[in-house]
């Protein structure tokens, strides 16, 4: 897929500036569209990203080298700020990901315009073909908290009946949205998968400086379950030598079976070339002594081995077991497959 096709999403704009967060500022951009083909992505989905980038700053993010484009091409606007360009000129694109995020503030009208045509292209939706939200970001990130973009998608879709909406993140900000949640699990199906790789607190914020406590998307969970809203648990990705150790995963898969998750799945990291240009220096820097065996185990392609693989997923469903918990083995699961950053580009 061009990289022409994945910018046409967007309409062409120097990206103003909305506001600022301490060192995190918010642009806004104009979306010609915001559902993302499935036969364009590869994904096997439709889906919908409301923001460009993500404050949350995952080390393992495969999604970071998405958001240059954007960017770039706003940057190189004759009317663009002149302080963005000096900044984006600075800041290497994995930290741009971050610290500028745009916020596609048309996205509900937008949305409610393509659904009203109602044309053939998307006549999948009301016959059960999923919808994620979060797909290249996290919906309920904190600009969500003043944009409410994520609510206002989630406000047209509760309009439309017989679809199946699935949202990933990593927020609890995702119960305030409780009341449409509810509003279209009336007419549709709808869950949402809560990302989350560890319990350990000290862990997460080395990994995920900026996300949500473990603590509090676990209480996200278990608040979701009780409005009777179908909710599990995204372990990914495992990070081989880091969250992956026995008790730890253990201690995880009890905990999410305790808050009445619908499901568990989990992943082994897969490690593309986006993902990679951030996550080796950062294995380097917080964890050195792994350092040779990532370059080593991710030599020859961005999977780790088969057995390691095999082996997580036969350890997994144990635990599943163990704790009477569903299982999702996204690594055996073809329709999970790792989509080229070409197709990825596209979903944004």
Not at 86 to 113: G, I, Q, T, Y
Request: hydrophobic fraction near 40%; glycine fraction near 6%.
């Amino acid at each position: 897929m061009s990289q022409i096709s994945f910018l046409s999403s967007l309409s062409p704009s120097p990206l103003p500036l909305l506001g600022r967060q301490a060192d995190i500022s918010y642009h806004a951009a104009r979306a010609k569209s915001i559902l993302n083909d499935p036969k364009a992505t590869g994904m096997g989905y439709w889906s919908i990203n409301p923001y460009v980038g993500c404050a949350f700053g995952c080390a393992y993010c495969y999604a970071r080298y998405t958001h240059r484009y954007v960017m770039e091409r706003a940057a190189a606007k004759p009317e663009a700020d002149p302080a963005l360009q000096d900044k984006l000129k600075k800041m290497p694109p994995w930290l741009a990901f971050e610290r500028h995020v745009v916020v596609k503030e048309n996205a509900p009208s937008v949305l409610r315009k393509t659904l009203r045509q109602g044309s053939d292209k998307h006549l999948g939706l009301i016959r059960g073909e999923a919808v994620v939200i979060g797909t290249a970001t996290d919906p309920y990130q904190p600009a969500e908290r003043t944009y409410r973009i994520t609510r206002g998608i989630l406000e047209v879709l509760a309009d439309h009946a017989d679809m199946n909406v699935v949202i990933i993140t990593k927020s609890p900000l995702v119960t305030r949205d409780i009341d449409l949640l509810t509003r279209i699990g009336r007419n549709s199906e709808v869950s949402v998968h809560i990302s989350l790789i560890t319990l350990d607190r000290e862990l997460a914020r080395r990994l995920e400086p900026r996300a949500p406590t473990p603590e509090s998307r676990l209480r996200a969970l278990v608040r979701l379950r009780q409005a009777g809203i179908a909710a599990g648990v995204n372990c990914m990705p495992v990070l081989p030598g880091i969250t992956d150790h026995p008790a730890a995963l253990d201690a995880l898969v009890k905990r999410v079976a305790e808050a009445d998750a619908t499901y568990i799945g989990a992943c082994a990291l897969r490690l593309q070339s986006a993902a990679r240009q951030r996550y080796l220096p950062f294995i380097e820097q917080e964890f050195p002594h792994l350092a040779s065996r990532y370059r080593k185990a991710y030599a020859n392609g961005y999977q780790v081995s088969d057995g390691y693989r095999e082996g997580l997923s036969r350890f997994f469903r144990g635990l599943c077991e163990k704790y009477g918990v569903k299982t999702r083995d996204y690594d055996a699961d073809h329709a999970e497959s790792a989509i080229a950053e070409e197709q990825l580009r596209l979903s944004i």
